[in-house]
């Protein structure tokens, strides 16, 4: 069974930085891609960042320079540093893993993590 852990949300004022971390167990054959999505309240979930498994990635523009994503494949780990927040980057964070299996691929969500950013 696919489990994921994310760890690291929290409140910070607004110029200030957290590090998501997202630790994936159970996996068997590997994982593909490996991304990031929030949702703010009364809104739709959106995708902020994603990393394939060639490490090649992929930002939502209003992150772009301020987020990375990085991934530990040993680890099954996927990370989101977040630096000069802004309250709009407020929301819940999801992390997303495609997993390979033994026929075809399967996505699975961690439970979510609460990010405030105060002006």
């Known amino acids: 069974q696919v489990q994921l852990v994310e760890s690291g949300g929290g409140l910070v004022q607004a110029g200030g930085s957290l590090r998501l971390s997202c630790a994936a167990s159970?996996?068997?054959?590997?994982?593909?891609?490996m991304g990031w999505y929030r949702q703010a309240p009364g809104k739709q979930r959106e995708l902020v960042a994603i990393?394939?498994?060639?490490?090649?990635?992929n930002y939502r523009d209003s992150v772009k320079g301020r987020f990375t994503i990085s991934r530990d494949n040993a680890k099954n780990t996927v990370y989101l540093q977040m630096n000069s927040l802004k309250p709009e980057d407020t929301g819940v964070y999801y992390c997303?893993?495609?997993?390979?299996?033994?026929?075809?691929?399967?996505?699975?969500w961690g439970q979510g993590i609460q990010v405030t950013v105060s002006s």
């Open positions: 997303t893993v495609n997993v390979r299996r033994w026929t075809g691929t399967e996505d699975y």
């Open positions: 159970g996996i068997m054959f590997g994982i593909n891609r």
């Open positions: 990393i394939l498994s060639g490490s090649s990635t």
